[in-house]
């Protein structure tokens, strides 16, 4: 399996940032994959997941500011960010397991295949 995140960057707050997982290799029929960021000194967390069948879930401090969605011709997740906060400011990865069940997990553990992340920073 293979993930490359793109699409980091630099930007001011309240700027808007999309990046993109180009992900290939694996062949789950169903499946969760998702963004996680970590923070210099702080533990990987679950920003945004979703299900092969469309359904999403975010974590609550960027609700209504970020999108996940997944173009499945292109096998590309997308992450819509809006609204950055200077609190935004983290290393970005992708990751995707096989899943059989409903609702996709945020803990970073449960994911077994990751991107190499893309920097993102929001000065004020």
């Known amino acids: 399996v293979r993930l490359v995140e793109s699409g980091g960057g630099s930007v001011q707050a309240g700027g808007s940032l999309r990046l993109s997982c180009a992900a290939s290799?694996?062949?789950?029929?169903?499946?969760?994959m998702g963004w996680f960021r970590q923070a210099p000194g702080k533990e990987r967390e679950g920003v945004a997941v979703?299900?092969?069948?469309?359904?999403?879930r975010y974590t609550d401090s960027v609700k209504g500011r970020f999108t996940i969605s997944q173009d499945n011709a292109k096998n590309t997740l997308y992450l819509q960010m809006n609204s950055l906060k200077t609190e935004d400011t983290a290393m970005y990865y992708c990751?995707?397991?096989?899943?059989?069940?409903?609702?996709?997990?945020?803990?970073?553990?449960?994911?077994?295949?990751w991107g190499q992340g893309t920097q993102v920073t929001v000065s004020s």
């Open positions: 290799g694996y062949t789950y029929s169903t499946y969760c």
């Open positions: 990751a995707v397991r096989g899943w059989s069940g409903a609702i996709c997990p945020t803990y970073s553990l449960l994911y077994n295949y």
């Open positions: 979703i299900h092969s069948d469309g359904r999403t």
